[in-house]
């Protein structure tokens, strides 16, 4: 990843603020709350917007205070999965590994962030977590279920490798991701293990694999923009103008929000001629 990319110009608009829920991740015994320089990197760049890692806290947050503070909100990718237990499930080995605490804060703050309109982007790990927190169901390990392709990640320690074009996804008529992409399809990467079973009542299919795996959502009758995608538009987000359009119109609805925030500035007394 290159350390030298350049953050946006200043600009009249103001820079929302976007939370970014971390992983809990033990390093030599200790638990350190973490997110993906690539993720955060993306909100800065393509989003134009100010990251904040916010450790998972679970129920030790005013989930209401919380959202009330911030002008978005985008789920991560992660390693781990949501346990099983989320959506009515027993504990299962192909579902590992877990980050529970991670669990404990994103799918309320999902809830939480919806109900208030909050602007609300989620990837890969992310993207399922939308879907069980609204009530819907994963598969543990999509590649093991019949007719279905491999959507794990390349075994190839080149990182451009594992995170580089995969397969072409649909993408629904009339639909925002259709928008977004400027046509029919869009050709992403893929480096997930478990997919959406049984989706969520509230919400959309925005884009389908070629094998019938569900790859985009967004919620129905959201109050902002409330979008999921399975892939991982972040990696190199400016050099892929789909990427790069999607990361724009989530801080574009969250710069809309902070800018709806703030006060009302009285006219100067030069500006009244006085």
């Not at 992409?181 to 969520?200: D, F, K, M």
């Not at 569900?214 to 972040?234: C, N, T």
Request: hydrophobic share 40%; proline share 9%.
């Amino acid at each position: 990843m290159d350390m030298t990319t350049r953050l946006p110009e200043p600009s009249h608009a103001p820079h929302p603020l976007i939370g970014v829920p971390a992983c809990v991740k033990t390093i030599e015994g200790h638990d350190f709350h973490a997110a993906g320089d690539k993720y955060v990197r993306a909100v800065m760049t393509a989003a134009e917007g100010l990251p904040l890692v916010l450790p998972s806290f679970g129920d030790l947050y005013d989930l209401p205070a919380v959202i009330g503070r911030l002008d978005g909100l985008m789920l991560t990718g992660s390693p781990s999965n949501v346990h099983p237990a989320h959506y009515g499930e027993p504990a299962n080995p192909k579902a590992e590994p877990h980050d529970e605490a991670r669990d404990a804060t994103t799918l309320p703050l999902i809830r939480e962030a919806l109900a208030q309109g909050l602007p609300l982007f989620a990837i890969c790990r992310g993207f399922q977590e939308l879907n069980v927190a609204l009530g819907g169901t994963l598969d543990p390990r999509v590649h093991e279920i019949e007719q279905r392709m491999d959507h794990r990640r390349p075994d190839d320690p080149d990182i451009d490798v594992q995170y580089g074009p995969r397969h072409k996804v649909a993408l629904t008529p009339g639909g925002q991701l259709e928008a977004l992409a400027g046509g029919p399809e869009a050709t992403v990467n893929s480096l997930h293990w478990q997919g959406i079973r049984r989706l969520a009542d509230g919400l959309v299919v925005e884009a389908v694999a070629e094998d019938g795996t569900i790859e985009g959502v967004r919620v129905r009758d959201a109050k902002s923009f409330a979008l999921g995608v399975q892939w991982h538009p972040e990696y190199r987000v400016l050099e892929n103008p789909f990427y790069t359009a999607l990361f724009k119109a989530f801080g574009d609805a969250a710069r809309h929000r902070a800018m709806a925030r703030q006060p009302a500035v009285s006219p100067s007394l030069e500006a009244m001629g006085v």
